[in-house]
């Protein structure tokens, strides 16, 4: 059958059937030149401005194509529709889209970032900051969440997770933290901070930067802080301390050594053999995960670390001291001596007091005792309040020193021990600060207390006699009468 015969007897133009002979499947259309867009030509570099400005702005808060086209209208009387900026805008960005190239990772290598969740830790609602080390090679990771994304946290996520994997990659990636780069010096280069500069030549593994701004070049471990989030915090963890929570993740990264990912033939365990086998060597020495800053007391006898104060012993004031912060307390030393630790806050313009720091003080200024800032909120058992009412009872404003010398029994013997020795000291009627320290003494050398004590070796304790009353006695409270 000839093209014309089958056009006459199918009812198909010519060309068609030329067409259909020259191709098995149906070719589809073929556009010849651009479309025409009369109505929105004029407005192409107004949408090309729009779609240039959102380079510079956060991914979600750049404009939709709704957007767009209501500041088309608005701004510049643009009368189209909204479809045709949709297909506009949709074929620019297909334009302009990156492209990126599949990588491969060698054993031994690993990334790290941080990430944020929520967790409920002792009842209390709050946002932990989870450092992520993983190593791509494997997909192998290790997990860690702390109170705040601070350099005592980042040299500690470090140290955590070298001694989870046993060993030391041979290179970590970053992005550009402040926590390690003090400065981007151009040219690929970076100023390392002394934290970080530290921690390095401690373990000795290299380090590397990605470009700023460009997440894809550390993806691996930006989606794994994702899947992390997802999988090991969902539901939101409910546990009583940090160290709780960090069992338990520790035990997630563990779990997972089981799981085979799509297109590998071996769990993630075994993949991770072969980074533990090429890992550097742990350092012998131990390295201390803190922040170091140099302070000085105030006359308050007070310590700042960030935007916090922290007391020391009243001995210390005005001198140069050395704080050391860690991820859970603050030690400060003086020299080679360490003079306070404190439990770590994370609250802003916080105060913590060790009520022992400021006994001394208060031995020689007992006026300030009742308004001392230091002692609001220490919580004494019961028997200390009885003892300081019958100190001030009997001896009036020197009982107040009395007490205080009684408080500072604590400086040198374990509380629960003192304690003990007031209870003893009330139920004996002998209130003072040599009874109390006698007790104290005979209970730590497990001795029996002399109960009947020579009143002239404790000068201190009140000597008082009492007689037999007369009733001729009371004629000499009589006017004129002499007793």
């Known amino acids: 059958m000839s ?19 020259a191709n098995a499947t149906p070719q589809g259309y073929t556009r010849q030149r651009p479309p025409n867009r009369p109505k929105l030509e004029p407005f192409a570099g107004a949408i090309q401005a729009i779609l240039q400005s959102d380079l510079q702005v956060p991914r979600k808060q750049r404009h939709t194509v709704k957007r767009i086209f209501e500041r088309l209208r608005d701004e510049h ?21 990156e492209m990126f190239v599949p990588l491969t990772h060698p054993p031994g290598h690993a990334q790290c970032d941080f990430g944020e969740a929520l967790a409920v830790i002792s009842g209390v609602e709050r946002k ?41 990659p041979q290179s970590i990636l970053y992005d550009n933290t402040k926590l390690a780069v003090a400065r981007i010096l151009g040219n690929r280069r970076r100023q ?4 970080f500069t530290e921690l390095q030549s401690h373990y000795l593994f290299e380090d590397r930067f990605g470009r700023p701004g460009k997440g894809n070049d550390k993806g691996k471990v930006e989606g794994m802080v994702g899947y992390v989030r997802r999988n090991s915090m969902v539901p939101v963890p409910r546990v009583e301390s940090f160290d709780r929570l960090n069992a338990r993740l520790e035990g997630w990264c563990l779990q997972r ?12 365990g075994q993949r991770m053999e072969r980074d533990l086998e090429v890992l550097l060597p742990l350092p012998r020495g131990r390295y201390e995960a803190c922040d170091q800053q140099p302070s000085r007391v105030s006359s308050l006898s007070l310590v700042r670390y960030r935007s916090n104060d922290y007391s020391v012993p009243v001995a210390y004031g005005h001198r140069e001291v050395l704080v050391k912060g860690y991820v859970h307390e603050v030690v400060i030393s003086c020299g080679a001596e360490v003079i306070a630790t404190h439990p ?14 400021y ?11 009742d308004q001392a800032a230091p002692l609001a909120g220490w919580d004494l058992p019961y028997d200390y309040g009885v003892l300081r009412l019958r100190l001030e009872a009997r001896m009036g404003h020197q009982g107040k020193r009395e007490f205080v010398r009684v408080l500072r029994l604590m400086e040198e013997f374990p509380q629960q021990q003192v304690h003990d020795a007031v209870k003893e000291a009330l139920q004996l009627g002998a209130l003072g600060f040599d009874s109390v320290k006698h007790l104290l003494l005979c209970r730590i050398e497990r001795k029996a207390p002399r109960l009947g004590l020579n009143l002239d070796l404790y000068p201190h304790l009140p000597q008082v006699r009492v007689q037999t009353t007369r009733s001729g006695d009371y004629l000499s409270l009589l006017p004129g009468r002499r007793p």
């Open 77 to 97: 009387g643009f009368d189209g529709s909204y479809s045709t900026v949709k297909v506009y805008v949709r074929e620019h960005r297909r334009q302009v889209g």
């Open 359 to 369: 006994l001394p003080l208060l031995e020689r200024k007992t006026g300030a005792l």
């Open 192 to 195: 390392r901070t002394r934290a």
């Open 3 to 21: 093209i014309r015969e089958a056009s006459r007897v199918f009812s198909l133009h010519r060309k068609t059937v030329e067409k259909m002979l």
């Open 257 to 268: 050594m089981n799981a085979q990912l799509r297109g590998h033939t071996e769990s993630i």
């Open 128 to 168: 932990v900051h989870v450092f992520v080390l993983d190593l791509p090679h494997s997909d192998g990771c290790f997990v860690k969440a702390y109170p705040g994304e601070t350099t005592e946290a980042f040299l500690d996520g470090h140290v955590s997770a070298f001694a989870f994997l046993g060993g030391v």
């Open 344 to 357: 770590r806050s994370y609250e802003q313009d916080d105060f913590v007091f060790d009520p022992l720091h």
